[in-house]
């Protein structure tokens, strides 16, 4: 499975879902590992992404309303709103599920 990271853009939502986090300004929050490929998606606003591992491959994200990003297995992400938004965060269903 490949863990590269893209950005996609999706149709964006005006109105909150029960799903989404809102996120205060300057908010910041950990989205922890998860053994399935997930995926975020900016409802609102833009939001910062930086992954907790510290090697080469470690990137910052910047995504606005309308994004989304991949976040491959195992992986471990901070979040932070600039200056608000909405995110959610969707897994994949477990295989044979």
Do not use: N, Y
Request: aromatic share 8%; charged share 25%.
């Amino acid at each position: 499975m490949s863990t590269a990271f893209m950005h996609e853009p999706h149709g964006g939502r005006s109105l909150a879902r029960p799903w989404e986090w809102p996120l205060a300004p300057g908010e910041v929050r950990r989205i922890g590992p998860a053994p399935v490929p997930r995926w975020i998606d900016v409802a609102a606003g833009r939001v910062w992404l930086t992954p907790t591992r510290r090697d080469d491959l470690a990137a910052d994200h910047w995504l606005a309303e309308g994004e989304r990003l991949a976040l491959p297995p195992g992986s471990e992400w901070l979040l932070e709103a600039w200056p608000s938004a909405r995110v959610a965060v969707h897994e994949a269903p477990p295989a044979g599920g």
